[in-house]
């Protein structure tokens, strides 16, 4: 017994000194990877800029930076687009915030609308997946009439409140270690995989998803963001439905995260939205099937009409 108690410590205690072996970095080192920096309030704002031509705004995911995007932003730049993909607070090479207030959408939605008014941006078309799908739905409640199209990858849509496990990762020392010991460097392939439908691309991407953990103050900016209100003053599953941005959205037909069946009652809700389901893919189809996810992004921003795929039959 005295030495599984020896053990629980130590697995709970550890994470407090590997943290420093982690987290090594700082996150103006991944500012090779943007072109500019933002002062928005407290927080300094990386965006990746490309490109000529009409405006796409990206906003990634969680555990997503700009980086991530680089495969759509390239075929969007060779299609004559100008590409904006912004770090959020918290990701990539901007702030590493311990303020929860920064972490609602409403506030990462109003920061990157902020980036695109010091940019001097009128008008753009925007792209989000998942967390930045919810986060993209945030701007076109907020600023409907500065955007043109609304794109949408699996959004994450309905959830009122952070999940169980996030309110796990905010309790003293045990929340800490929790969070310390599933979020390691090496699990990033496992838990890509555990997302996705189609594995192959993970082997090349998994590094950059895990870089932005080697940063200062990464786990404790997502224990923060764990502990944040989820929305805001204007709650994205109490509003989303009131959006007339046209709308286009993009989900796996066998995503584990977000059922398909959310894709279903968004488009049903929405007034001026389609819907493409790709079949035999999981949680990140800009990654898992890139022809197939530029198909419809093209299609959508050329404003052809396109037949929505089947929906999935379970």
Not at 259 to 280: D, G, R, Y
Request: aromatic letters at 8%.
């Amino acid at each position: 017994m005295w030495i599984a108690m020896i053990l629980l410590v130590t697995i709970v205690l550890l994470p407090f000194a590997l943290i420093n072996y982690r987290e090594t970095t700082e996150a103006s080192q991944l500012v090779k990877y943007a072109d500019s920096l933002y002062q928005v309030q407290s927080n300094r704002i990386a965006a990746q800029l490309g490109g000529d031509g009409p405006v796409i705004v990206l906003v990634h995911g969680f555990g997503g930076w700009h980086q991530t995007w680089h495969g759509l932003t390239e075929r969007l730049q060779k299609a004559g687009y100008r590409t904006v993909a912004v770090d959020m607070v918290g990701a990539g090479a901007s702030t590493r915030s311990t303020n929860p207030d920064n972490y609602t959408t409403a506030a990462q939605a109003r920061t990157i609308l902020a980036v695109l008014e010091q940019l001097g941006i009128p008008e753009y078309s925007v792209i989000g997946h998942s967390y930045g799908g919810r986060v993209a739905l945030q701007m076109s409640i907020l600023q409907p009439k500065r955007i043109n199209k609304l794109m949408v990858i699996a959004p994450e849509v309905f959830a009122e409140d952070r999940p169980p496990v996030a309110k796990l990762v905010t309790l003293p020392i045990i929340g800490f270690a929790l969070a310390f010991w599933s979020t390691l460097p090496q699990l990033i392939p496992v838990g890509l995989k555990s997302v996705s439908k189609r594995n192959d691309w993970i082997e090349l991407e998994a590094e950059t998803y895990a870089r932005p953990n080697h940063v200062r103050g990464h786990l404790a900016a997502q224990i923060c963001q764990s502990s944040a209100p989820k929305d805001g003053d204007m709650p994205v599953p109490r509003h989303y439905h009131s959006i007339n941005v046209p709308t286009y959205i993009i989900w796996g037909e066998l995503d584990p995260i977000f059922p398909a069946k959310h894709a279903l009652t968004m488009v049903a809700a929405m007034s001026n939205a389609q819907l493409a389901i790709i079949p035999n893919c999981g949680h990140i189809p800009q990654a898992e099937a890139p022809a197939e996810t530029w198909q419809f992004i093209e299609q959508a921003l050329t404003d052809q009409t396109y037949a929505a795929l089947p929906p999935p039959s379970h």
